[in-house]
């Protein structure tokens, strides 16, 4: 029955003909948007301050069409007078072999432009290129975009060369919320008063930023879900009750027809999927399911809902439906390794790889008593001006890693190699990681191991799965599923494929936006010196970082006279000191704690904060250990 959806059998001659169409077609979309606070009521009940653009929240999504040009300027209209900013449009290749300057327009602050301080506009001009689907755009600057400064961005493919049809379509993102403001979130989750390093538990979970949301469905009807996750934190699945989802693209790629019942959407993925409505009037309404992972969850509040029943209507006399979570919903959700891109022969599939770089995840405390997140050991922190100022502006030192210090784990690739990415995950979280500028083959991809269990950080090693080349646990794909976020699982790795034909410095970090703050990112930078012919500083660009007090020129730590010196470089804490032995036991203990007790743990470290140093906080764990009794073997 899909199988009527598809016309591949004109494939040549549409790729042939609308390729003139397309060039022929294109336009320039022009938005001016202003971010600043609006208070809005998110759950339809509670006021929030929460960001928007020219006084409205939600941002508005932007549709757009094949091959157009998008400008944007960007204007910081915060009214408190400190809150920087930055815009990111995830998933689009920012390709300067199309356009000059693309890295520049690719938006995360200090790696590829300065943070817009109040009052300044930055213009985000770049091309869509041949790219397609389903993306979206959010603030690029701390955990701003939790606060609402992201919406979809839909690419419109021209109607003869998409693989399916359909009637109508929804584009529906779903999130997390706090009611804090994201700073003061993360104040407290970067903090030695949480040094498990446990996320914070977001408040509720929005649906089309709301609650209780309905979407209105005709007898006989196909429609088009576009599902985005653009939440800071959590995966979430999605059902929708006595219908199934035919899955045709992901993340930008479309993908062979997969029917299936739960989808698995962790943050910044996204899923397009057809659902043929009922053929004649069922005669009720269906349960629209948002189910969170809670796997991720480090403590469950008591009245947080975590199962939110959403409607599809058929009328609006229809009862609300109750709500149903099918059996097995964990097991159900479409494995995305499975999956096939649809054009097959329009990519090259790598049968190998030219350079691999192995990446180690795991998460430590460091000597300020804060849990880090490491990729190799290495935690990322900022540089004093940004990446992309370095290499423009360090001639033919730009290949050298020296001149951007070991903090930002600097990865250097030559023109047109084929680069393999192995990721090992020595932690028990899920981490959705995601590469700016590209997207990728999935060549492994293994199950979590040990989910929803905690063991102490000693002996998270050795419960480990890392990738073995010699004895990979699965047999590398024919036809590699393509993406640019996949989730890595708990203690398992995966193996990515990409080709570095795109000059420019991409970051590769997790998506969980908590596990970004504590430094979870790399920088890969490709071909710097094609970079160096396609890009130049604009005066735009130079006039926001001048505005914000950092120099358009240096190293790392804005230095030029001597490239090689590093001096006032922020770097990542020293090491835990010796004598804190017993820490994997203490961590172990709080989060055993944290499960047994819940929020009563978190609780009680907000009674600690006035305590002044390393030396109390040790004092403090011990009392906790010791007042519950823990046994620390
Ligand atoms: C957007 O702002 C730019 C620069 O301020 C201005 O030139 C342009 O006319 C504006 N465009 C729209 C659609 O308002
Ligand atoms: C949404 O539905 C839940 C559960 O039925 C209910 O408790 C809540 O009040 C509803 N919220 C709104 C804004 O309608
Ligand atoms: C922001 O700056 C302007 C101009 O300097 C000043 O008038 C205003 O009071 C400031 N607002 C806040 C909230 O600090
Ligand atoms: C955007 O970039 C294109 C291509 O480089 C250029 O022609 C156009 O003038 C730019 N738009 C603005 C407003 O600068
Ligand atoms: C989502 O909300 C917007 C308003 O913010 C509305 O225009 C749109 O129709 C809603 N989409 C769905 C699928 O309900
Ligand atoms: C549903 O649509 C199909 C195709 O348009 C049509 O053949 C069929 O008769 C319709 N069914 C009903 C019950 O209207
Ligand atoms: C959500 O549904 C799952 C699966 O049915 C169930 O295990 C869980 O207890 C529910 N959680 C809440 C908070 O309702
Ligand atoms: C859909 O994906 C699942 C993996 O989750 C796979 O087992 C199944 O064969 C796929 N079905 C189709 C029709 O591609
Ligand atoms: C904690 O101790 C480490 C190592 O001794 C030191 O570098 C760090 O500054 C101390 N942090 C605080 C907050 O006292
Ligand atoms: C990182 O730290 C772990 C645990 O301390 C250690 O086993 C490993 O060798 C280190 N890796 C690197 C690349 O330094
Ligand atoms: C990797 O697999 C090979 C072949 O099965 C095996 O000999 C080797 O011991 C494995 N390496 C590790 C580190 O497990
Ligand atoms: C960038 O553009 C070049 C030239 O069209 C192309 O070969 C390359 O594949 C593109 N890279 C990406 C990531 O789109
Ligand atoms: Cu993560």
């Given amino acids: 029955m899909h199988l009527s959806y598809w016309h591949s059998h004109l494939l040549i001659f549409i790729t042939l003909a609308s390729t003139f169409f397309n060039v022929t077609l294109a336009k320039t979309r022009q938005f001016n948007f202003t971010a600043s606070w609006i208070t809005a009521k998110p759950d339809g009940i ?85 790219q397609i689907g389903t993306y979206w755009y959010h603030a690029h600057h701390s955990a701003q975009y939790g606060d609402g400064m992201r919406a979809a961005l839909i690419i419109h493919d021209d109607d003869i060369q998409q693989p399916f049809q359909y009637d109508k379509e929804f584009v529906i993102g779903i999130s997390d919320l706090y009611w804090k403001p994201y700073d003061q979130v993360t104040d407290k989750f970067l903090s030695r008063y949480n040094p498990t390093g446990a996320e914070p538990i977001p408040d509720l979970f929005l649906f089309n930023n709301t609650v209780n949301e309905t979407l209105h469905f005709e007898t006989n009807k196909t429609y088009l879900l576009r599902f985005i996750n653009m939440g800071l934190f959590v995966s979430q699945y999605i059902s929708l009750e006595d219908h199934q989802f035919t899955i045709v693209e992901v993340d930008g790629m479309y993908v062979k027809p997969n029917i299936t019942d739960v989808l698995y959407l962790a943050a910044a993925q996204r899923m397009s999927v057809l659902v043929k409505s009922k053929e004649t009037d069922p005669g009720k309404n269906f349960a629209l399911m948002q189910i969170v992972d809670q796997t991720m969850l480090d403590a469950i509040p008591p009245n947080l809902p975590l199962n939110m029943t959403n409607q599809v209507a058929y009328g609006d006399d229809y009862s609300k439906p109750h709500s149903i979570i099918p059996q097995d919903f964990e097991k159900l959700a479409t494995n995305d390794f499975y ?105 492994q991809k293994s199950n979590g191991f040990h989910i929803d269990e905690q063991f102490p950080e000693e002996l998270q090693d050795e419960m480990t799965v890392p990738y073995n080349e010699s004895n990979p646990l699965m047999p590398i794909p024919e036809i590699p599923m393509i993406r640019d976020t996949v989730v890595l699982e708990p203690n398992g790795h995966v193996v990515l494929r990409f080709k570095a034909d795109n000059p420019g410095v991409w970051y590769f970090h997790c998506h969980v936006d908590w596990h970004l703050q504590q430094g979870l990112a790399a920088v890969f930078i490709e071909d710097p010196f094609a970079l160096q012919r396609q890009n130049s500083l604009t005066d735009n660009y130079k006039d926001i970082c001048s505005a914000a007090n950092i120099a358009n020129e240096g190293n790392a730590a804005g230095n030029y006279e001597d490239w090689f010196d590093l001096d006032g470089l922020p770097r990542q804490p020293d090491p835990l000191p010796e004598g804190f032995t017993l820490k994997g036991y203490i961590a172990f203990a709080i989060s055993t704690l944290c499960g047994i007790w819940g929020l009563y743990t978190i609780t009680k470290y907000g009674m600690f904060e006035d305590i002044p140093d390393n030396e109390s906080l040790y004092t403090t764990l011990k009392t906790i250990i010791e007042e519950n009794e823990i046994s620390v073997k």
């Fill in 46 to 130: 509670h006021e929030k301050k929460m960001i928007g653009f020219n006084g409205k929240w939600p941002p508005p999504d932007i549709h757009v069409n094949k091959g157009d040009r998008i400008e944007l300027y960007l204007t910081n209209g915060f009214q408190d007078n400190h809150t920087v900013t930055s815009l990111h449009f995830h998933g689009m290749f920012q390709n300067s072999t199309f356009d000059d300057n693309q890295n520049l327009m690719d938006g995360p602050s200090m790696v590829t432009q300065c943070p817009i301080v109040p009052g300044q506009t930055y213009l985000y001009n770049f091309t869509t290129g041949d």
């Fill in 339 to 443: 999956l096939e891109p649809y054009y097959d022969n329009h990519y090259q599939v790598f049968k190998d790889y030219d350079q691999q770089i192995v990446l180690d995840v795991r998460m430590r405390n460091l000597g300020d008593g804060i849990k880090y997140a490491f990729f190799n050991n290495i935690s990322f922190v900022d540089p004093k001006i940004p990446i992309l100022t370095t290499i423009l502006t360090s001639g033919k030192l730009a290949d050298d890693p020296r001149i951007y210090g070991e903090n930002v784990n600097p990865f250097f690739f030559k023109k047109n190699q084929i680069i393999e990415v192995v990721l090992n995950n020595y932690d028990t979280g899920r981490h959705p990681f995601h590469l700016h500028g590209h997207n990728f083959q999935i060549v």
